[in-house]
């Protein structure tokens, strides 16, 4: 950016709102997805940057605009054949009475990791069962996309099997839209992980994939100890290919217990009696 002073400020905003780190090196990122919206304004970035400090709107913007929204269908893919595989025959055995999945699609992004699993739970989950999908994000206009349900063909085209995009989405004009079927499994909240959970229940597996890189490691600490209660006793939680709770503190990393599916490594509750420290870092945002 024009000036480390700006650069510094809305690192600050963003780690203020959500919890998410820019250090010194992310200008140049900062710069092309701020620079869009100092255009839309008529103003330089840096004019722009001034703005905020009290321009409610516009700061919100800039959140949604600074929240990294990477994502793709079926994204790495091993993680979802280790769901189908070894993960789901495990639930259906312990929910033969309840006949009920809830999956939680922490940081969901657009959408596309929530509708992927909700596209394998349509074709394995026997007759008779249901399920429901959490999909929270801190972005509300990627909770809008969620909502919607409709994606370009650049998106499309990123992992989605032919054989997908014919069986759950219809041609609305130049986009997909998922069919109803799925989108109504889908229920859509708007959540800092670094914040309070408030009434989400429990869960059967937790999707938490590529986010806490993002992070510092004791909001990454944080947010691993309040998710532990609300993964059921058998339940699983998955992490991004480059994230792992073995650098936790002592306590932490042993309520995490490392189960290795195929190439994919999933965690569980190590015990139900697992008590944890109280976590000193649990912020409001």
């Not at 994204?75 to 006949?99: C, I, K, N, S, W």
Request: proline share 4%; aromatic share 8%; hydrophobic share 40%.
């Amino acid at each position: 950016m024009t000036t480390s002073t700006a650069f510094a400020s809305v690192s600050a905003l963003v780690r203020r709102e959500t919890s998410m780190v820019y250090d010194e090196g992310k200008e140049y990122l900062v710069e092309a997805r701020l620079n869009p919206l100092a255009a839309a304004r008529g103003l330089g970035l840096e004019e722009y940057v001034a703005r905020l400090a009290f321009d409610a709107d516009e700061r919100r913007k800039v959140v949604d605009a600074l929240t990294i929204n990477e994502t793709s269908w079926f994204r790495d893919h091993t993680p979802y054949q280790a769901f189908t595989d070894a993960m789901l025959p495990a639930l259906l055995e312990g929910r033969q009475v309840t006949r009920r999945l809830r999956i939680w699609s922490a940081a969901c992004s657009s959408g596309q990791e929530a509708y992927s699993i909700a596209m394998l739970l349509d074709q394995h989950l026997p007759a008779g069962w249901s399920y429901e999908i959490v999909a929270t994000d801190i972005s509300t206009a990627m909770l809008e996309r969620v909502r919607a349900g409709r994606y370009s063909q650049v998106e499309v085209n990123r992992g989605l099997p032919a054989t997908s995009l014919v069986r759950y989405f219809t041609r609305v004009g130049r986009e997909w839209e998922i069919a109803d079927r799925l989108r109504e499994r889908v229920t859509v909240k708007h959540l800092n992980l670094a914040a309070p959970y408030l009434g989400l229940g429990s869960f059967d597996v937790i999707w938490l994939r590529n986010v806490l890189i993002y992070f510092d490691a004791s909001t990454k600490q944080d947010i691993l100890r309040r998710m532990l209660p609300m993964l059921a006793e058998d339940g699983y939680l998955l992490l991004g290919s480059s994230e792992t709770t073995l650098d936790m503190p002592a306590d932490l990393a042993a309520a995490w217990q490392r189960e290795q599916i195929g190439r994919v490594p999933a965690y569980r509750r190590a015990s139900a009696r697992t008590t944890l420290t109280p976590s000193l870092t649990s912020t409001g945002a």
